[in-house]
């Protein structure tokens, strides 16, 4: 059964500081391109980042340029994402996402979600 569970979310101030981690299981997770997604209410589903299945090439949104950091350990069938100086404009519930074709065949999967607030 494939899972992508995310966790680390929460509240915290503007300025401050977040990890998310998002575990997965039921596939071979080192083959997978991963990536981070957010929704913030009333808005769409945007990338936030991605990074490759070796961890070779990553990408990121404008707006989050030098502020996050995507990364994973293929030893742990982990990914995280390093939030600095986070900015209420950040506020969403931030999505993990594999990707990756096998044997012809595109497998997506999404995780659950966590919640991340910035606010005073």
């Known amino acids: 059964q494939v899972q992508l569970v995310e966790s680390g979310g929460g509240l915290v101030q503007p300025g401050g500081s977040l990890r998310l981690s998002c575990a997965a299981s039921?596939?071979?997770?080192?083959?997978?391109?991963m990536s981070w997604y957010r929704q913030a209410p009333g808005k769409e589903r945007e990338l936030v980042a991605g990074?490759?299945?070796?961890?070779?090439?990553?990408n990121y949104a404008d707006s989050v340029k030098g502020r996050f950091t995507i990364s994973r350990d293929n030893g742990k069938n982990t990914m995280y994402l390093q939030m600095n100086s986070l900015k209420p404009e950040d506020t969403a519930v931030y999505y993990c996402?594999?990707?990756?074709?096998?044997?012809?065949?595109?497998?997506?999967?999404w995780g659950q979600g966590t919640q991340v607030t910035v606010s005073s």
């Open positions: 039921g596939f071979t997770f080192r083959n997978y391109d």
């Open positions: 990074i490759s299945s070796t961890g070779g090439s990553t």
């Open positions: 996402n594999a990707d990756s074709w096998v044997l012809y065949s595109r497998k997506n999967y």
